[in-house]
């Protein structure tokens, strides 16, 4: 069964680095979405994405953050200046009607 | 789309009984779909009912959806270890396009004891 894949499972940066965190969306949608979970707090909107622009964002997806899709298959989500408040799961999401989660990457920053 | 609220917020079977959750919402959707979150991992979609539908089986998964009331009912029959997991609804408005966002709200933790 297709699924979600993202990279790095866990990803440690220092404060002020940039880190971009990767996924691999399923093949065949086209819409495509980053959430994120602090640690025991609920998972967060931050972006969808569809015909390489942005679509809705929210409040959280400041400045500092940026999708791209560089390619047919990566969808990216880049953190330019790493804030320890950015320490979180984050979760790429695709759907062609239900959204599909990938396993998420788990960004510390020290 | 809106935030659902589940309810309850925690709740601790025993293996083979059934667990029933509860979502609520606020207004009019075109849709509504509950999800599984494993500890530290990521959400698994287990179900979707359009807002015409009234019922919908998935396994041993079994969910109702009243608009009239706006509230959604997720059962599942003979639980399993396997099953303890938080649960989640999320209510979908979709706007112009097909893409929409989840909100999620704090979900219900399901245990179920060997």
């Known amino acids: 069964e297709p699924e979600v894949t993202q990279t790095p499972s866990h990803q440690v940066t220092q404060m002020g680095q940039e880190v971009i965190l990767r996924c691999v969306p399923i093949?065949?949608?086209?819409?495509f979405y980053w959430y994120r979970q602090i640690l025991g707090q609920k998972v967060e909107f931050l972006v969808s994405?569809?015909?390489?622009?942005?679509?809705?964002k929210s409040e959280i997806f400041d400045d500092q953050f940026s999708v791209e899709r560089p390619d047919g298959s990566n969808f990216t989500l880049k953190i330019r200046s790493t804030k320890l408040e950015d320490s979180a799961m984050y979760f790429c999401?695709?759907?062609?009607?239900?959204?599909?989660f990938g396993p998420g990457t788990r960004l510390t920053v020290t | 789309s809106q935030q659902g609220e589940e309810d309850p917020q925690a709740l601790s079977i025993q293996e083979g009984e059934n667990a029933t959750m509860n979502c609520s919402y606020k207004?009019?959707?075109?849709?509504l779909q509950w999800y599984r979150q494993n500890s530290g991992r990521g959400l698994v979609h287990l179900i979707l009912?359009?807002?015409?539908?009234r019922e919908k089986h998935s396994g041993r998964l079994r969910v109702t959806l009243d608009t009239s009331k706006k509230s959604s009912s997720l059962l599942i029959t003979a639980s399993r270890a396997a099953d303890t997991a938080s649960y989640f609804c999320?209510?979908?408005?979709?706007?112009?396009?097909?893409?929409?966002?989840?909100?999620f709200g704090k979900g219900t933790l399901l245990t179920v004891n060997p």
């Open positions: 999401a695709s759907s062609e009607r239900e959204q599909y």
């Open positions: 093949s065949n949608h086209l819409y």
């Open positions: 994405f569809y015909n390489n622009e942005i679509s809705e």
């Open positions: 207004t009019s959707i075109n849709n």
């Open positions: 009912i359009r807002s015409n539908e």
């Open positions: 999320a209510p979908v408005v979709i706007g112009g396009g097909s893409n929409y966002k989840l909100t």
